[in-house]
């Protein structure tokens, strides 16, 4: 941080992101929550918002509160519960960022307090499986391995008839059960299964495969993987991108995953495709993460430069007779490149089908195993939308979110099904 400015966490500098990028500068944490002048043009794109009407969880409540806490007008203890309510329901969409005119970054403010108080959103166990990618990648696999093994036998079937998943340590398990395929197989497995080779020495691309297509949904991963058949392709297995730490744990073990990933991919020219539009925009972001040391900055910038989404490698195909719409459900970001580029491809396939993008949000990254009834109802506003415009596909650039979307329309409204773009 800059000398002069108030700062949340000033003995813990390493755990906070220095500042923010703007329209045409670099501005500090401080100066960023100052940029939002409380206009509330933001206030109707906020899927939180509209659903509570709680100011505390709109972007113009949230900013405020953040800068009351740097100027020290409030203390953080007395107002625990609310703190924990204001950064529990944003959903870290972007959608107050697109529509702000001054584009203020309100999620990552709120990323920022979040790491200064410590809030542990996730359950405990989710978390702490879901951290071991990063710290334990061995052991997130074997634990992967098991888990689903014991999903595919049988045991959760048997821990929800006996109640058990009641337990509010095992709540979350009632909901990746719903969401999740019904057979879980990791894509490393499948693919050594099928003899397919991923360790070119002089790979044309490099592929980072999600969390999901990695260990929850190897149709995902193949899927893409045909995208890039023609191509030497190293697949990057064993490696976290730093997004869950960055979003749910430390940012100092964010950044070492980032090291770890920009010295996996080497310093060649070639491109390194991921297959969802969250891990692309934080790989965009990379620089960010490292204002403080000028060598590993440009050796970011060089890597950011590398990355692509898998809809820029999709081949020509036939027209589709559907009626389709695109859902840019992403963190931070809204209506990114990888959007852009999807649009164009679905105008292509859709042609006239294609329905005309109406913003409602489809909860991801988690959102739905911490604020399962608020989750709840974003969905629910999102599948009366879907339904209202009649369509029967909708097309998704996040595996997570198009698991969540794709359980609540077989629920609520079977006529239309949620699909990854790599997977039409």
């Known amino acids: 941080m800059l000398p002069g400015y108030p700062e949340l966490d000033p003995l813990n500098p390493q755990e906070h992101v220095r500042e923010f990028p703007h329209a045409k500068s670099w501005r500090t944490v401080y100066e960023s929550v100052c940029f939002c002048n409380r206009c509330n043009m933001c206030a109707q794109s906020c899927p939180t918002y509209r659903l509570t009407q709680d100011e505390s969880q709109s972007p113009r409540g949230r900013n405020q509160i953040l800068r009351l806490l740097l100027e020290e007008k409030i203390k953080p203890a007395p107002y625990a519960p609310q703190l924990e309510k204001t950064l529990g329901s944003c959903l870290f969409c972007g959608a107050c960022t697109a529509v702000c005119a001054g584009r203020t970054p309100t999620a990552q403010h709120l990323l920022e307090l979040r790491r200064t108080l410590k809030v542990r959103l996730l359950p405990l166990a989710l978390q702490t499986l879901l951290s071991w990618r990063g710290t334990h990648p061995r052991l997130f696999e074997f634990a992967v391995r098991f888990l689903a093994g014991l999903r595919n036998r049988g045991a ?52 980072l495969p999600s969390l999901e297509a990695a260990y929850l949904d190897s149709n995902l991963g193949q899927s893409a993987l045909k995208k890039l058949a023609g191509h030497p392709v190293n697949v990057l297995f064993g490696l976290s991108c730093g997004l869950f730490e960055y979003v749910y744990g430390s940012l100092r073990l964010s950044r070492l995953a980032a090291r770890k990933l920009i010295t996996a991919a080497g310093e060649g020219a070639a491109p390194v495709v991921t297959d969802s539009a969250d891990v692309y925009a934080f790989l965009k972001n990379y620089p960010a993460l490292f204002l403080h040391s000028k060598t ?31 859902d840019n459900s992403a963190l931070f970001s809204f209506q990114t490149e990888a959007f852009t580029q999807s649009e164009k491809i679905l105008r292509v396939i859709f042609k006239k089908n294609l329905v005309q993008y109406e913003y409602k949000d489809t909860p991801t990254a988690g959102y739905a195993f911490q604020k399962g009834n608020l989750a709840e109802a974003v969905c629910l506003e999102r599948v009366q939308q879907i339904a209202r415009k009649q369509t029967e596909i909708v097309v998704l650039l996040n595996g997570l979110a198009a698991m969540e979307l794709n359980y609540r329309l077989q629920k609520l409204y079977p006529h239309a099904r949620a699909v990854h773009i790599a997977q039409l």
Not at 170 to 175: F, G, I, K
Not at 190 to 201: A, C, E, I, P, R
Not at 300 to 323: C, S
Request: proline letters at 7%; one cysteine or more; glycine letters at 4%.
């Open 156 to 207: 959760v079937k048997m821990l929800r008839f006996c109640g058990l998943t009641r337990l509010p340590f095992l709540r979350w398990v009632n909901h990746a059960d719903d969401i999740l395929p019904r057979q879980t197989i990791c894509l490393k497995k499948q693919l050594k299964k099928g003899g397919v080779k991923t360790d070119y020495s002089n790979p044309d691309v490099f592929y």
């Open 296 to 326: 590993w900055r440009r050796k970011a910038e060089r890597f950011a430069a590398r990355v692509r989404f898998i809809a820029q490698y999709m081949p020509a195909q036939n027209p589709l007779p559907q009626r389709a719409q695109l």
